[in-house]
């Protein structure tokens, strides 16, 4: 299959799952997920409209930087490292997993040396698998409200991964949980934070996340085809 032809496939898809969400007309932003991708293969994708980039990785985001550059929007979306933000705070527009408060004081620490503001996702574990990072969904509100007092970070919204599962419910419900905390964070108000985007959805669940109302979705083998690992 052609990276063209898997876009239009997905875009169809998009549009059929947002019909059955609470609203079918709202923007739906595509994170391109490039781990394992080669730049030409990138570039492909880009030249498509596909200008978001995510990578779970810190040094494979820095390779893929250093040949591709800062036309399309970085996105991190794996678990950063403390002594890893410094090399890319002033390279991603999002971080999809903040999972501490250690990790904001630090992003934060970094970006106001570059007089940046840097926007994040808090990452939440709602399944409270023990592989997976991210706050229980009871801390998320407390780490926001520490994070209020820090200049350089702004809180966007909410990331999750849903469990490893081919029950459709276990997912689904996964999906709810995420935003319904998100449509509590709302009502905090906080100045720091605007809860804009909803970061769930993958390849193998972005249509249920959708119908759950994700307006973020991140996708590798739906567009580029299954990884090859070396
Ligand atoms: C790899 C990855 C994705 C995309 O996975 P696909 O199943 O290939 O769509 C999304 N989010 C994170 C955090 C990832 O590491």
Redesign the pocket.
Known sequence: MSISNNIMVLENRIQEALQKSADPSKKIQV?G?T?TIKPETIQEAMDLGINHL?E?KVQELLTKYETIGPAPQWHM??HLQRNKVKYIVDKVSLI??LDSLSLAEEISKRASKINRTIDVLVQVNVSGEESKFGVEPNEAMSLAKQIESMNNVRIKGL?T?APFTANEAITRDCFKKLFELNEKMKELNLAHAHMEYLSMG???D?EIALEEGSNMI???????G??KYD
Do not use: P
């Open positions: 994170i997920v781990k995510g779970n979306i794996g999809h997993s990331m991964m993958m390849s193998n972005f991140r996708i590798g083998s739906a567009i580029f299954n990884r």
